[in-house]
């Protein structure tokens, strides 16, 4: 299918649009820029580190469901917010991965899929986290 949402036709968007992102990757630059700043940042500040084409509404949105999904805290500044990753970027996927965990009530089934899709070398690093060692690559577990 081409560009576009799902549930749009094959010959492209009703409204004539074709410019549209791929789901979450707005809310990934905007992740990736709080992390590269390693500071908490205005959504004017973050809409400067992204370039600034998208509007400072959009990022303020953007931030916004950040905040409600628990990815980035926030804490006044003036009259509004400044924002701050709540985890970094490995620290933030686990939390992804548990909550899709959470979402399906056979997690045995779902855990045993993901572990058989597992390439060996992914095996053999979950095998020696399981069992207590070091996992290559990480700094805690």
């Known amino acids: 299918m081409p560009e576009g949402r799902i549930d749009e036709p094959a010959d492209g968007p009703v409204d004539g649009r074709t410019d549209r992102r791929p789901a979450g990757e707005l809310e990934a630059s905007v992740l990736a820029a709080l992390w590269a700043a390693g500071a ?3 959504p004017g500040a973050v809409q400067l580190e992204l370039g600034g084409g998208l509007a400072r509404t959009t990022v303020t949105t953007i931030l ?3 905040h409600a999904k628990g990815a980035v805290t926030r804490a006044r500044s003036g009259r509004g917010y400044a924002y701050a990753p709540a985890q970094d970027s ?10 899709e965990l959470d979402k399906d009530e056979d997690r045995g089934t779902v855990l045993a899929r993901f572990v ?3 390439s060996p070398e992914d095996e053999r690093l979950l095998r020696t986290l399981l ?3 070091p ?6 577990v």
């Open 116 to 118: 058989s899709d597992l």
């Open 135 to 140: 996992a290559a690559g990480a700094d805690t």
């Open 40 to 42: 908490p940042l205005t």
């Open 64 to 66: 916004t469901r950040l």
């Open 131 to 133: 069992e207590g060692g």
């Open 90 to 99: 490995p620290g933030l996927t686990a939390r992804r991965m548990h909550a």
